[in-house]
């Protein structure tokens, strides 16, 4: 019996097993360097624009920046097998990120497990390599909700340690991503015959009164033009249309967001200084850095621009530090938020339900920086929800942490 056991255990740990009935990725050889270009990397032309203090201070070229990101996301790169996929497709997702942590942790061995040893740098360059070249032959695009670059990955694989203590006792303060990690989510709508998506306008008369109305206020619909927005088709056939997209990429100390979400008309309202060539013509952006708004009733911004009526109509609030994002922000007051007002407690000990509780009682205290952990460092799919970003680690730790000790005993 004990010899079954350690045949068994023996298999489980070099992966011949999988009690998770996931497949790894297959392993392959090459002669590429691993100096090889991350997923995701932002490029170096853009960090310029990336600069904390030019975001803070200036609200049009921070939208310029937003635009540029946006571009960068967007962009096609064709490959070997013909596929002309967006940079953001080949991302990480989920399954991924648990295939590449189990590969990773299998090979440390049980000791190195037990005292959760770190991976070696060349380790982790071949895995990711072995990963990079792989999605490079992707061919077929995903409907994948949450997505993060390699720089992401990275720092949740290369210090699984810490981040296991987090995910275990809610204890996150002294834990950051690094500059350039990317997180990404998404809401898709299926395609069929008669199609249409609800509509969300946001002109200004109209943006006022979606502030007014207790959440965000659907007024007709859209058919959209599958020529104009982005769309998909899954191996099945299935069509869907992209309706909103969050980005948000870390800088020094708070993230960069910005979103995208679909309207009704091209270039209007919150797209209005969207690039010439803008290929999204009918999606609308709002960015957003930081605490304090670059948008202040004192600034000037020219009439002749065409985003000038967007930009007074936010002058005119009390707090013009606005984004969100009807088909990603659901829920009572949650269309008067910014973005990282209410993310600087993903990493706290709140939960989704306090947040809830908050937007009904409590606004304010999502609108400024609080004094608790982890400001702005978090996404909420990372440590919370039903099916949380981090699980996808935590399995392998907890298995090997049950079976690695009856390997002893088969011993």
């Not at 919150?270 to 304090?292: T, V």
């Not at 952990?373 to 392998?396: H, K, N, Y």
Request: aromatic fraction near 12%; charged fraction near 20%.
């Amino acid at each position: 019996m004990k010899r079954l056991w350690k045949t068994f255990i023996s298999l489980v740990s070099s992966g011949y097993i999988s009690l998770a009935c996931q497949e790894s990725l297959p392993s392959k050889t090459s002669s590429t360097s691993f100096t090889q270009k991350h997923l995701g990397e932002i490029p170096h032309e853009l960090w310029p624009s990336l600069e904390p203090k030019l975001l803070s201070a200036n609200w049009l070229e921070q939208r310029h920046t937003a635009w540029n990101l946006q571009a960068w996301l967007f962009a096609r790169k064709a490959n070997a097998f013909g596929s002309n996929l967006p940079d953001w497709q080949k991302w990480y997702d989920v399954n991924e990120l648990r295939l590449l942590f189990r590969d990773l942790y299998q090979g440390l061995g049980k000791d190195g497990r037990a005292a959760r040893q770190a991976f070696s740098a060349e380790a982790m360059a071949q895995r990711f390599l072995r990963a990079f070249e792989l999605k490079n032959e992707q061919q077929t695009p995903r409907l994948t909700h949450i997505l993060l670059n390699e720089t992401a990955a990275r720092e949740l694989i290369e210090h699984y340690a810490d981040w296991e203590q987090c995910f275990r006792s809610q204890d996150c303060q002294n834990l950051k991503f690094p500059k350039g990690a990317a997180f990404l989510k998404s809401a898709w709508r299926r395609s069929s015959q008669d199609y249409t998506i609800p509509a969300f306008p946001t002109d200004p008369s109209a943006f006022l009164a979606q502030l007014a109305a207790p959440e965000w206020q659907a007024e007709g619909s859209i058919r959209p033009d599958p020529q104009k927005i982005y769309r998909i088709s899954t191996e099945s056939g299935v069509a869907f249309h992209l309706v909103g997209l969050h980005l948000m990429v870390k800088l020094s100390e708070d993230w960069f967001w910005t979103t995208l979400w679909l309207g009704q008309e091209a270039s209007q309202d919150f797209a209005a200084d969207a690039p010439q060539h803008n290929e999204l013509p009918y999606y609308r952006m709002c960015s957003i850095y930081g605490f304090e708004s670059p948008l202040q009733a004192s600034t000037a911004i020219a009439d002749e621009l065409a985003i000038a009526p967007v930009a007074k109509v936010l002058q005119s609030l009390s707090d013009a530090h606005w984004c969100s994002n009807p088909f990603l922000e659901h829920g009572a007051n949650n269309h008067k938020t910014q973005c990282i007002g209410c993310h600087q407690w993903a990493g706290s000990f709140l939960s989704q339900a306090d947040i809830a509780e908050r937007l009904q009682n409590d606004l304010p205290s999502l609108l400024t920086r609080q004094s608790q952990q982890g400001p702005s460092d978090f996404v909420w799919s990372l440590l919370r929800g039903s099916q949380p970003l981090f699980l996808a680690i935590m399995e392998s730790i907890d298995y090997f942490d049950a079976y690695d000790p009856l390997e002893s005993l088969a011993d």
